[in-house]
């Protein structure tokens, strides 16, 4: 028999339950007590949902306040010094995942960085080399209790030792050599006598996410794996591990359970199908698979068919009591459900699963291998027509677009004139200062805008009354980036509900959910919009838009645009065409779409592309596909305009050093950059690569509310000038200022232009 395994369910819940929640918290609107309780609630909703489909092995510890792993963090008490003063329990653990200023207190939040490639963010760890590791929290068994209280026995979801120390980082003091690796030992007795409490409360398997054994590691942390491991199944005859693989093939980092006594060990058969020869091959007797056959990250209905045929090949090789069925990675990634999905047309609903209907697509592939496939004829039946009709559908394809793609030329992929002479150009016609301020594009998102926007979307208001009330935000906010001074100017991006989302709402081949919600970091969250078919624009997206801010100054208004890979990256992708295929059909959109901003008189274009690094394979060797079309498609989209027309681009969440050549070939004229809480690492990249573009490292952290003084922005932005020559300096924020307040965003942005004219004045007399 084989048996059903989830491996994490979308904490969020149905509506983002959890995140009203939390935030209702954090303004006040609810006290602790409600929070707890109320949180309590939606874990049981999503245990008995995954009980009643009839899931055989149920997570607990997948849920999170904020993010699983400073959850963990928390839990193994490894707390940054400068929160130690702050009261323990919820505002210690807040101040950690964003910053804390109050009267007497100002800390920063902990860094934030891309879990894997996914667009989930972590909290990332800081270990110092004497870090005390000890259990500071009882959550993962507090919540195995709930559930078995309810007659429901999970099995616990922790971070294993080895990937939780190398996500994290040393604190900034660490003498220089310091691996928190290191520190596995150590760490190794905690998690002994926290596995140890576990089967006290009665836990008989547990599930240890290693996402880590997927990346390419050196042999020493092989090793590390193997002595890990070796003590962890040490701990009790009673309790059974699994090791969760995910996002990539595990490849030879398998070999350490040769060595090693687990139980089990899950793969991503979605990410990396090849993978399942080789390890039934490898597999040691008695350790069971996992095998990730449900898409975890997608929202495209599992071919049953085909994954049924997979299983039978692990049964035929292992036998079925070693054969578990599962999705390809937790279902955190995924939007709760269909069911309460209106927008969706009928024919493309119907290709569609979430995360509650892929837990009823594990039930039935496990019905058909246990009980017969004729047990679950019906709905085999339902699913083979459902993956024909998608196969076959005429509205998957645009043979305009295909004909503009076969037309596609080396022309196409560069800039007419080289940067230098572009800069020329581009100084004269822009006249800007020394050290010119900007932001990266979006201002507030305030309740007042999404609650009009729900308006109108629900028809309460008409077209005229919305679009004059974005109008005035523009206005207001053109005024007063005028008064404090800022060069280039930007509409604020309040027509946007999302960056990628309006895009898409814009372009055709898209459809988007009304519900399909997934978690991006801490309470917040994105609706990816769904790429079903050949993408084309049938109409200009922003230039009116545009058109009108600049109407209202003299400056130099940004044209705003999201760029072809952050298009792919944060929305569902058809599985039909290469990715190469789509991402270069986003191109062709956007360049039109930068034509027309051009021809209305924009003269700074700004194409975004945070998510580039994020589409990065996770083993180097697939790095250079991946880079060369990545580059193509920005420069498809880019490249169409004139010498004195300047395009910026601007990414975060990016790790520089590893893509600095990507980044130099995509030949912008500007960059701004997520920095401030990289501590200038990054800008090492762009110095010792000889980058002669114009770059502006962000001068303050935007995730956190707290406003940067003058005095730490001015260090700042002097420690920059070690790196990056002044005349190439811009400064603005690290990233868009959607999820800040207005009286913080007018706070800071002034001490910032302010910043910016007091070293202007100094080089001025220099
Ligand atoms: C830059 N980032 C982005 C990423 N991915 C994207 N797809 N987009 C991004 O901008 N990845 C990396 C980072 C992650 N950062 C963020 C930052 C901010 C958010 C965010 O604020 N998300 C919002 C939801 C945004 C949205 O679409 N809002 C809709 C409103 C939907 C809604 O809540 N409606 C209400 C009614 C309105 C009301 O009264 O409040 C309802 O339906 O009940 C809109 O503006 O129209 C969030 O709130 O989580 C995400 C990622
Ligand atoms: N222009 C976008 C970029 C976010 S990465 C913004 O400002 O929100
Ligand atoms: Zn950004």
Redesign the pocket.
């Known amino acids: 028999m084989v048996f059903t395994f989830n491996l994490g369910f979308p904490r969020m819940g149905a509506n983002r339950k959890l995140k009203r929640l939390v935030e209702n918290f954090w303004s006040g609107k609810v006290d602790e007590n409600t929070l707890i309780t109320d949180a309590k609630k939606l874990r049981e909703e999503h245990w008995l949902l995954q009980k009643n489909a009839g899931l055989d092995h149920i997570p607990s510890n997948d849920f999170s306040f904020y993010d699983q792993v400073v959850d963990h963090s928390y839990a193994f008490g490894v707390i940054p010094a400068r929160y130690k003063n702050l009261n323990p329990g919820l505002e210690t653990y807040f101040a950690m995942c964003r910053g804390l200023q109050k009267p007497g207190i100002d800390v920063a939040a902990c860094k934030m960085k891309k879990w894997f490639n996914t667009n989930y963010h972590y909290i990332v760890p800081e270990f110092e080399p004497n870090q005390q590791f000890t259990l500071n929290s009882t959550k993962v068994i507090d919540e195995y209790k709930e559930a078995k209280a309810l007659g429901i026995q999970t099995h616990p979801v922790i971070l294993g030792p080895v990937s939780y120390l190398m996500l994290g980082k040393p604190t900034k003091d660490a003498p220089q050599g310091f691996k928190p690796i290191q520190l596995l030992d150590r760490l190794l007795s905690l998690y002994e006598e926290l596995l140890s409490k576990l089967v006290s409360a009665g836990v008989t398997w547990i599930q240890i996410d290693e996402p880590c054994l997927v990346l390419d590691l050196p042999s020493t942390i092989k090793n590390e794996y193997v002595s890990a491991y070796n003590a962890l199944t040490k701990v009790s005859p009673q309790l059974k591990i699994l090791i969760a693989t995910y996002f990539e093939r595990i490849g030879t980092n398998l070999d350490f359970i040769t060595d090693t006594p687990i139980n089990a060990i899950h793969i991503d058969l979605i990410r990396a199908p090849d993978q399942l020869e080789s390890i039934l091959r490898r597999l040691p007797a008695k350790v069971s698979l996992s095998l990730g056959l449900v898409n975890g990250r997608n929202i495209w209905k599992t071919n049953l068919e085909v994954a049924l045929a997979k299983a039978q090949k692990a049964i035929d090789v292992l036998g079925s009591e070693c054969v578990f069925i599962a999705p390809s990675c937790s279902l955190l990634h995924s939007p709760h459900s269909i069911q309460s999905e209106k927008k969706i047309d009928n024919e493309i609903l119907n290709w569609l699963s979430f995360a509650v209907e892929k837990i009823k697509k594990i039930v039935i592939i496990s019905k058909a291998l246990n009980n017969s496939v004729q047990s679950v004829q019906t709905e085999l039946e339902a699913n083979r027509k459902s993956i024909q009709s998608h196969r076959e559908s005429a509205r998957t394809q645009n043979p305009t677009v295909q004909q503009k793609m076969k037309a596609l030329g080396p022309d196409m992929f560069r800039r007419k004139f080289p940067f230098h002479e572009r800069q020329l150009s581009q100084r004269k016609k822009l006249s800007l200062p020394l050290f010119p301020t900007t ?4 201002l507030p998102q305030t309740k007042d805008i999404r609650t009009i926007r729900a308006k109108f979307k629900k028809g309460e208001i008409n077209q005229t009354q919305y679009d004059n009330f974005i109008k005035r935000e523009i206005e207001k906010c053109v005024h007063f980036q005028e008064e404090i001074g800022i060069d280039v100017l930007v509409h604020g ?1 309040f027509e946007r509900n999302d ?1 990628v989302e309006f895009f898409g709402e814009n372009l055709q081949g898209y459809v988007f959910s009304g519900n399909g919600w997934v978690q991006s970091y801490g309470s917040r969250c994105t609706k990816p919009p769904i790429i079903f078919g050949d993408i084309s624009r049938p109409n200009p997206m922003t230039v009116e838009i545009i058109k009108y801010a600049q109407s209202l100054t003299d400056k130099p208004m940004k044209g ?1 645009l ?1 760029g072809p890979i952050t298009m792919l990256q944060w929305s569902f992708v058809r599985d039909d065409q290469p990715r190469k295929d789509t991402a270069f059909q986003l191109a062709l959109a956007i360049r039109e779409e930068v034509h027309d901003l051009e021809a209305a008189g924009i003269s700074v274009i ?1 194409i ?1 592309e ?1 998510a580039i690094c994020e589409g990065l394979p996770l083993r180097k060797e697939d790095w250079n596909v991946y880079l060369n079309w990545a580059v193509d498609a920005f420069l498809l989209s880019s490249t169409g305009v004139d010498c004195s027309t300047q395009i910026h681009t ?1 990414m ?1 969440y990016s790790d520089f050093n590893d893509i600095i050549e990507a980044i130099r070939c995509l030949d912008a004229d500007v960059i701004t950059i997520e920095n401030s809480r990289s501590d200038l690492k990054l800008l090492n990249a762009f110095e010792e690569h000889e980058y002669t573009a114009e770059i502006g490292p962000g001068l303050y952290d935007i995730h956190s509310p707290r406003v940067p003084t003058k005095e730490e922005l001015k260090v700042r932005l002097h420690a920059i000038f070690k790196y990056i020559p002044k005349n190439l300096i811009w400064a603005n924020p690290d ?4 999820t800040r307040e207005w009286p913080e965003v007018e706070a800071a942005l002034k001490n910032m232009t302010d910043v910016a004219k007091e070293f202007r004045a100094i080089e001025a007399n220099c």
Request: aromatic share 0%; with cysteine; net charge negative.
């Open positions: 932001t990266v594009g979006s991006e960056m705003m999201t700004q975004d945070p601007h975060c990233c868009g200022l959607k």
